[in-house]
């Protein structure tokens, strides 16, 4: 079915209206959801493009945020404002991702992932040692404050998470829709005849790697502004890796809406089962093992094969043929 | 090495650990040509066209491709060049639509690839009714068209084609042997590893008889077919 234009002008209408929530007076611990849901979003849309598009199942998230959000704050530290900061951090995790690139590209498959798995418990050791400035009482375990954050409002902060969610999305949504797009799903689905029809693996798959590690270290450094505390368990904890990985296998990995239906379920939970700490890791466990047991294609999987999105779209063919007749 | 030669094997093995699959294998395929491969089950022929598509490097000796030393390059830069090859077993792009997987080959298969079109590849290999068809819902036999499809598409000098008749009932043989001859009639240079003996002698120029990674011998497919030391590699 041909998706008809009123899709992006609902979506653009969608963007428009959450960029003005807080202007419009939505409560704080809303913003404060959303803030959460927009991260976990850029980090899963950007999983997803690695492991749903690209066939690498990437377990190093947490380098990059890590990385990133180390980066912006041990800036601010020397003088360098947060905003400079983010760029800086989202560098960094570019510059690390290429750096592991050569060695962990040599491993295929199940070894790619137990290769990347190892890199952000490696930075975290070496994060709890490292004392590059401050006292005696900052880095190492400690880990570093984000200096001169403390008066940008939660709005700002908001709107920061909802740019860098949206970008993740547009970006995968024009990558899929270009030339790198095609060959990216034919490394996925077959590495060698990838190869002998031309397609540079290592080039394709370090494209994709690489501006994962980019949105992820930019998420990542939004997300410490917010909360503007780094310390290497923090900053290099695998939960930076289970958050975009239950989100994009929850909502549907290798499928567009996938991660973001998944992102909002994941940041639903993890707010709902905020207080019953280790019970709130165990009951998405549970959700994660049902969801793979039972559609295995995700939620948006599922949708897609029921059918689910023919109504709106008739619906919105309908509308478009109108407005074309007047 | 003659002036004409489009491929050029000078003195190639292959060792995986301590097996030998590929030793001291020297020949020649001239433009235009379509040379047989010929050998009984693991005498080295997959494992040949691995090293002439890069899928391997040679343990020794070298290979050349149009006038070029190609020995060692990895597989998507001969395919630049113009080495395209077929899978033995099908290996399709299962989630994107058959017009999708040879546009694979066109947009990445470089410079000469572009401008291929897509419909007359179709129509040669017999597959435009299931084109929009995702490859994972293709029949065996749809799938082995479309890996000849896809070879085409990347436009290339020399087509490597890995067992394209295998499992084809006779019905299917003429259109095979059919669609070999106008891949010739394109300008391009064949190999072919084949065990369906009616295409091996009616399609190729000349044949090399393979066995234990060594080559036993070389000819026309009447002289190979009458070699005593082929005959005693297949039916020992």
Redo the contacts between chains.
């Keep these: 079915m041909k998706i008809p234009r009123l899709t992006t002008l609902a979506s653009v209408a969608v963007l428009v209206v959450l960029a003005l929530f807080p202007v419009i007076g939505v409560s704080l611990s809303w913003l404060n959801y959303l803030f959460s849901f927009f991260i976990y979003l850029a980090l899963a849309t950007m999983w997803n493009l690695l492991a749903g598009y690209t066939g690498l199942i990437c377990l190093c998230p947490a380098a990059f945020v890590g990385l990133a959000g180390y980066a912006m704050a041990i800036g601010t530290w020397v003088g360098v404002p947060f905003q400079a900061g983010l760029i800086a951090g989202a560098a960094v995790a570019v510059l690390f991702a290429l750096l592991i690139s050569y060695p962990v590209f040599r491993m295929k498959g199940i070894y790619f992932a137990i290769g990347t798995l190892v890199l952000p418990e490696a930075l975290k050791a070496w994060f709890s040692f490292w004392h590059p400035v401050g006292t005696a009482y900052q880095g190492g375990g400690a880990g570093y404050a984000v200096a001169g954050v403390a008066g940008i409002t939660l709005g700002e902060k908001y709107w920061l998470a909802l740019a860098i969610a949206a970008a993740s999305i547009l970006v995968v949504h024009i990558i899929l829709r270009a030339r790198l797009g095609l060959g990216l799903t034919a490394i996925r689905d077959n590495e060698n005849t990838a190869a002998s029809a031309g397609v540079n693996i290592f080039r394709l798959k370090l494209s994709s790697f690489l501006i994962a590690a980019l949105i992820m270290g930019i998420a990542g450094a939004i997300y410490y502004i917010h909360n503007p505390r780094i310390q290497p368990t923090s900053g290099f904890n695998i939960s930076w890796l289970l958050l975009p990985l239950m989100a994009t296998v929850i909502g549907g990995e290798g499928i567009e809406e996938g991660p973001i239906i998944g992102a909002a379920i994941v940041t639903f939970l993890r707010f709902l089962l905020a207080d019953y700490g280790a019970w709130s890791l165990f009951i998405q466990g549970i959700i994660l093992v049902v969801v793979v047991v039972v559609m295995p294609q995700g939620i948006a999987g599922l949708l897609r094969q029921v059918g689910a999105y023919r109504f709106p779209l008739r619906l919105f063919q309908a509308a478009e043929a109108k407005i074309h007749k007047t | 090495m003659s002036e004409t030669a489009v491929l050029s094997i000078d003195r190639v093995s292959k060792s995986f650990g301590g097996i030998v699959a590929v030793k001291d294998l020297s020949f020649e395929v001239q433009a235009g040509q379509i040379l047989g491969l010929m050998g009984p089950n693991g005498a080295g022929k997959t494992t040949l066209l691995n090293i002439i598509?890069?899928?391997y490097s040679p343990s020794s000796g070298r290979v050349n491709f149009c006038g070029r030393d190609v020995t060692g390059l990895?597989?998507?830069k001969l395919?630049?060049l113009g080495i395209?090859?077929t899978?033995q077993i099908p290996?399709?792009?299962?989630?994107?639509s058959a017009r999708?997987n040879i546009?694979?080959?066109t947009?990445?298969?470089?410079k000469k690839?572009a401008g291929m079109e897509h419909d007359k590849i179709f129509d040669l290999v017999n597959l435009s009714e299931q084109k929009d068809m995702l490859a994972r819902d293709l029949a065996t036999v749809s799938l082995k068209r479309l890996e000849l499809a896809?070879a085409l598409?990347?436009n290339p000098t020399l087509i490597l084609l890995d067992e394209i008749a295998a499992g084809s009932t006779d019905t299917e043989l003429p259109r095979i042997l059919g669609m070999i001859e106008e891949i010739r009639k394109m300008g391009k240079t064949v190999v072919l590893v084949e065990h369906v003996m009616k295409v091996m002698v009616e399609a190729v120029d000349r044949i090399i008889v393979i066995d234990k990674g060594e080559k036993i011998a070389e000819g026309t497919p009447d002289e190979v077919m009458k070699d005593e030391k082929v005959i005693a590699a297949y039916f020992g």
């Excluded at chain 2, 290996?91 to 994107?96: D, E, K």
């Excluded at chain 2, 947009?107 to 470089?110: A, F, L, R, V």
Aim: glycine share 10%; net charge positive.
């Design positions: 598509a890069g899928t990895p597989a998507h395919c630049h395209a090859r899978y290996q399709p792009f299962t989630s994107l999708q546009l694979v080959a947009k990445y298969g470089g690839a896809r598409a990347s």
